[in-house]
C-alpha cells in the first residue's frame, strides 16, 4: 500500500473527525486522541465519551498521546487518525518542561515518525485564525506555530479537506 497523508481542517465542532473517521477502507486502524483528560472538566469528559461512542464499532483502537508523539508505537497499524494537532501543540507547548522552544520541533519529528510508519495518516487541525482578534503574546505564538504546522502539513499531504457548515470541500 502507497502512503498518503490526508488534513482535514475546518472550524471548531464542525464534523472533521467524522469525515476523517470516514476515509479509511479498513484494515487495523488506530485513533490517536491529544485531549488532556481531566477529570473535573465534564465538558472535555463528555466529548472524549462522544468520540469513544462514535468510532465504536469502527475498527479503531484508540491510543491516547497527549505529548511526545514520536515514541507512540503504531507499527502495524494500516491508518492512523490524529485527533488533533492543535491540542498535541497545546500540551506540548504548555505541558512540558521544554514548552514553546521545542513543541514545533517535537511535533514535526512525530508526524515525520507517523508518515514513515503508518500507510495512511489522516490529521485533523482547526481554523484559528479567521475571527482577526489580537490575543495575548502566548496565545499569538500557539497560533503562529500552529500555522506552521499546519502549512507544512497542507504542502507534504495528498489530499486536505477543508469543512464549511459540515460540508467537506476538497482544497487538494
Not at 2 to 16: H, P, S
Amino acid at each position: 500500500m502507497d502512503k498518503k497523508c490526508i488534513l482535514v481542517t475546518g472550524g471548531v465542532r464542525n464534523g472533521k473527525s467524522s469525515f476523517g473517521e470516514s476515509l479509511f477502507q479498513g484494515g487495523k486502524l488506530c485513533y490517536i486522541a491529544t485531549m488532556y483528560r481531566n477529570p473535573n472538566d465534564d465538558e472535555t469528559t463528555a466529548r472524549i465519551q462522544k468520540h469513544h461512542e462514535q468510532r465504536a464499532g469502527r475498527g479503531f483502537d484508540t491510543l491516547e498521546r497527549m505529548t511526545d508523539l514520536a515514541t507512540l508505537p503504531v507499527s502495524g497499524y494500516d491508518g492512523a487518525l490524529l485527533e488533533c494537532l492543535p491540542n498535541l501543540l497545546a500540551n506540548e507547548m504548555f505541558m512540558t518542561e521544554t514548552g514553546m522552544a521545542s513543541a514545533e520541533a517535537a511535533i514535526t519529528a512525530g508526524l515525520d515518525a507517523l508518515l514513515q510508519t503508518v500507510p495512511q495518516v489522516v490529521v485533523i487541525t482547526n481554523d484559528v485564525f479567521s475571527d482577526g482578534i489580537e490575543y495575548a503574546k502566548e496565545t499569538m505564538q500557539y497560533m503562529a506555530v500552529l500555522a506552521r504546522l499546519n502549512n507544512t502539513l497542507a504542502a507534504r499531504a495528498d489530499e486536505v479537506y477543508e469543512l464549511v457548515c459540515g460540508i467537506p470541500l476538497r482544497l487538494k
